[in-house]
């Protein structure tokens, strides 16, 4: 989740269609005598020299509007994730070739934050390899050689990531899961919004529709496509409901995800509850919530007795009637142009 929140906002090129691809092997890509690596290539613009310094710098504060929990825009903080998997993460980004370390340096015993120069070869061709010999690499590459402890966890993690993480991403647009083991075209899985639609002003400010439609492709001969009504309203925050972490914040924004249909599945997930990223909440309505509902420290659920979620909370049933209506007249409107053409 740190490694889709990153890419979700890091910056790119005009005319680049942002995508974040996964690719886990049992090579051993490093040479550490890691069991099983996991490559992550990004197409974004790349590291900046601001960027190297604040996943060098100890202690650094999160940006001010960045999204909560530990997620941050800039290259910090939130990339030091990446050890609770792997002892030994690698960085090639414009320029940038180097590896961090949870030992401590030999030279002036810091762990984490120094980095260590990485010379070309051999490890860009195993990389070029697992990526496919004949695409160009993205500009942000991560090597991440796991921890023996930690790979079937990362591999049960990628094969349940749910398609409707893409639903409020503002810009990845794909994400690709694969294996590079078996050497088979159908080894791999695309999550992708193959399409959005912005519907009709409903005149309320407050208020806005649209449809997006989600695409999963587990094989080279199946797809699965499911359309995804979207409601987004704004609530005003009640003063009871204000707490400290949110004091500046002036309205709640809820949006409410109906599937046409039974709606996606992928691996053994189901999802219930968003904040921005899902949460592990299941809530067994047939739509999905979302909001920035403050969380526990794990980030796999929200704060039930928290003032502020509860008034979230008490806010959506509003939203989902709304949103029905809405809904109606919006398939009635559209029915009536059809038969009129």
Not at 6 to 24: H, I, Q
Not at 74 to 85: A, D, H, T, Y
Not at 184 to 212: C, H, P, Q, W
Request: charged share 25%.
């Amino acid at each position: 989740m740190e490694l889709i929140q990153n890419a979700e906002d890091n910056e790119y090129e005009e005319g680049v269609e942002p995508t974040l691809e996964f690719v886990m092997t049992k090579k051993d890509i490093t040479g550490s005598g890691a069991p099983a690596t996991l490559l992550v290539f990004n197409n974004e613009v790349g590291f900046s020299r601001k960027n190297m310094d604040s996943i060098c710098s100890v202690g650094r504060s999160t940006k001010k509007g960045k999204r909560q929990q530990g997620f941050i825009g800039e290259k910090g903080i939130g990339f030091k994730s990446v050890f609770l998997v792997s002892s030994q993460p690698w960085i090639f980004s414009n320029g940038y070739r180097v590896r961090f370390t949870e030992e401590p340096n030999q030279y002036c015993g810091i762990r984490y934050v120094v980095p260590e120069f990485v010379t070309r070869k051999p490890y860009l061709s195993r990389i070029c390899n697992a990526y496919g010999s004949n695409k160009i690499l993205p500009t942000t590459i991560f090597v991440l050689p796991l921890k023996p402890d930690k790979v079937e966890a990362v591999r049960a993690q990628l094969s349940d990531l749910h398609p409707e993480i893409l639903l409020f991403l503002s810009k990845i647009k794909q994400l690709y899961v694969r294996g590079f083991d078996s050497g088979k075209a159908d080894d791999v899985s695309t999550i992708s919004i193959f399409s959005e639609t912005e519907y009709m002003d409903l005149g309320d400010e407050r208020a806005n529709s649209r449809v997006v439609q989600l695409s999963v492709k587990e094989t080279e001969c199946t797809e699965d496509l499911c359309k995804y009504y979207l409601w987004r309203e704004s609530f005003p925050v009640k003063p009871g409901n204000r707490v400290s972490v949110r004091m500046d914040v002036e309205e709640w924004v809820i949006t409410l995800a109906f599937p046409f249909g039974e709606g996606l599945r992928r691996g053994t997930s189901s999802v219930g509850i968003f904040a921005f990223l899902p949460t592990a909440m299941v809530t067994n309505f047939s739509f999905v919530i979302q909001d920035d509902f403050i969380l526990s420290s794990s980030r796999e659920s929200i704060m039930l007795g928290n003032l502020w979620n509860s008034g979230i909370l008490e806010c959506v049933p509003s939203s989902f009637v709304n949103a029905f209506q809405s809904y109606v007249k919006d398939l009635f409107l559209f029915t009536s142009v059809d038969q009129a053409f």
